[in-house]
């Protein structure tokens, strides 16, 4: 293990998957941790993170006491560097040229960390103090213009630094550096998919015993790769749980329905809800009453199925997709958490309490796609892109009826098939395909008059979705889509595109 100590940085998480991608296990773990707590998880190497603030600062987060001592190879960055330069004796101070954003590094000797690099190299800085001595011992093998000091080292103690940030794409041989400390501190790349499937399979065989655990397949990733890991540990007395809404998009159902069962042998029950859905959403227009409403008859229906499930004898776990961001982001607990607190799934009343089974709890997104490569999950389950758990309904403004279902679906499986026939789906986030079901337009087809809806295309690039910029889809994708779409859909004879970043708007419509 790789500790990546975060001093409150929105590097820690890059930090810990560029440590990742080099084979290393790694993972994050607050600045506030007692070192004897680090020390307990056996860490192979230690890199301390950026941070924001200047080690000077009032408040300015503290290295751990006792943190240099400890004979781990440690690697500073950034604040991580300074810290450690102040710790050992170096000296830190605001020299007033700080430097944001690309910069030219020169390499004066190669040490580890450098070995066989271009002597110079773009870096990326985001910094305002500098260190301005080495500690004692130490050679410094980097510097800028404005940073005598952009990099040192003491092989003999295992302490390295560098005061740019290796982590980025813009630091060009960023991932090289980091990869030479990981060599230098003897870190062996054994992080493979295959040893991450098994031993997640042997965590949940350990953890669940010869209990029984039942899990909701959404359609999506993280919920299909869970399962899998699960059923792979524990065979029948896993049970899973699809509840058809009749929201997904085409083809979606049945790729779960038989793709998913064909490859994994999962235990099934599929509930077909959709008349169920579409009653309650009968009338509604406002969205968020349109969210609450399937977020509500989801967990009425699992409830029913959960019960139905009990019947056959005890069920003491409950499978969810929880990801390595979303535990970090939630203050990194350990362990299992009682479903009443959490949010995926709360509001479950108090005869259906589980323990939680999260065997992607400590897996990044991408991980967990190759993890479902590795169990041979079928291709557009494991690269789908972010879908709603609403779905579709939240497509449709306005009301939502079977038969406005029917053309969005159309719609939306012919924009996403001409999209990655262009071969631009990992360029985009995702494409929302939004119905305009209350407005109609004039048009004219054949040598007849239409009165036909619109429809809206949403491609957006983003990097979280918390941000997003409107996708520049060449002209001529979007005529193909357009042209197919008012031949080949009934009721559409508009198409047009949001070119809305966010924020403003946000990605879905509703
Ligand atoms: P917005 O529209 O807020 O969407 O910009 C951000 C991202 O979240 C997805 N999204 C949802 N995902 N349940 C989900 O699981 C939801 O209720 C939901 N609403 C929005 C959206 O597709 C985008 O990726």
């Known amino acids: 293990t790789v500790l990546v100590v975060d001093f409150g940085a ?19 773990v607050p600045c506030t941790m007692p070192v004897s707590e680090m020390l307990a998880r056996k860490p192979k190497a230690i890199i301390l993170s950026g941070g924001p603030s200047s080690v000077y600062a009032e408040g300015a987060p503290a290295v751990p006491d006792g943190l240099f ?9 950034c604040y991580g560097f300074q810290a450690m330069a102040r710790a050992l004796g170096g000296e830190v101070a605001r020299t007033g ?40 011992g130490f050679a410094v093998t980097a510097s800028t213009a404005d940073t005598p000091v952009a990099g040192f080292e003491h092989p003999e103690r295992g302490f390295y630094g560098v005061q ?46 010869d209990g029984r655990a039942i899990c909701a397949l959404s359609g999506g990733v993280d919920s299909a790769v869970a399962a899998a890991i699960v059923q792979r540990a524990i065979g029948d007395r896993l049970t899973c749980v699809f509840v058809d809404h009749g929201l997904l998009r085409k083809g979606e159902a049945e790729q779960v329905e038989r793709d998913f069962v064909a490859v994994t042998g999962v235990k099934l029950r599929v509930v077909d809800a959709q008349e169920r859905f579409l009653k309650a959403l009968t009338g509604v227009v406002d969205p968020e009453e349109k ?47 009682n479903i009443k607190s959490h ?45 709603p758990g609403p779905g579709l309904g939240i497509r449709i403004i306005g009301e939502v009826t079977g038969e406005r279902l029917d053309i969005l679906r159309e719609a939306d499986a012919i ?18 395909v939004v119905l305009l079901a209350d407005v109609r337009s004039v048009g004219v087809q054949g040598d007849g008059r239409t009165y036909g809806h619109p429809i809206v295309l949403r491609p957006v690039t ?13 002209y001529d994708v979007l005529g193909r889509i357009s042209t197919r779409i008012t031949n080949e859909v009934r009721e559409i004879n508009r198409v047009t595109v949001d070119i809305t970043s966010k924020p403003p708007g946000t990605i879905e419509w509703e």
């Not at 979705?465 to 889809?473: F, L």
């Open 462 to 474: 983003s990097e979280d979705a918390m941000t997003a910029d409107w996708a520049r889809v060449p």
């Open 164 to 209: 740019f940030h290796p982590e980025v794409l813009h630091s060009e041989h960023g991932q090289a550096v980091l990869k030479h400390f990981l060599d230098a501190a003897g870190c062996r790349p054994s992080w493979t998919m295959l040893n991450i499937v098994d031993d997640a399979v042997a965590a949940v065989r350990e953890q669940v015993g």
């Open 97 to 136: 040229s700080a430097e944001f954003g690309g910069t030219t590094l020169d390499v004066l000797q190669e040490g580890a960390l450098f070995a066989g690099l271009p002597r110079v190299q773009q870096v990326w800085m985001s910094h305002g103090d500098s260190v301005v001595a080495a500690p004692e």
């Open 415 to 432: 924009a996403r098939e001409e999209l990655t026939r262009a071969g631009l789906d990992r360029d985009i986030w995702q494409c929302p």
């Open 69 to 77: 001592e400890t004979g781990v190879p440690t690697f500073g960055i």
């Open 343 to 387: 949010h995926n799934v709360g509001g479950l009343p108090d005869d259906l309490r589980f323990d939680l089974v999260e065997p992607l709890r400590t897996l990044f997104k991408d991980e967990v796609r190759r993890a479902g490569e590795e169990l041979g999950l079928p291709a557009a389950m494991v690269w789908r892109q972010p879908f």
């Open 291 to 337: 969210r609450k409403i399937i977020g509500r008859e989801f967990i009425r229906v699992f409830e029913d199925e959960q019960r139905a499930i009990l019947a056959d004898g005890p069920v003491d776990f409950l499978v969810q997709g929880t990801l390595y961001p979303d535990v970090v982001e939630s203050g990194g607990g350990t362990g299992t958490a």
């Open 10 to 28: 929105q590097y820690a998480q890059l930090i810990a998957r560029r440590v990742r991608e080099c084979h290393v296990y790694s993972e994050i």
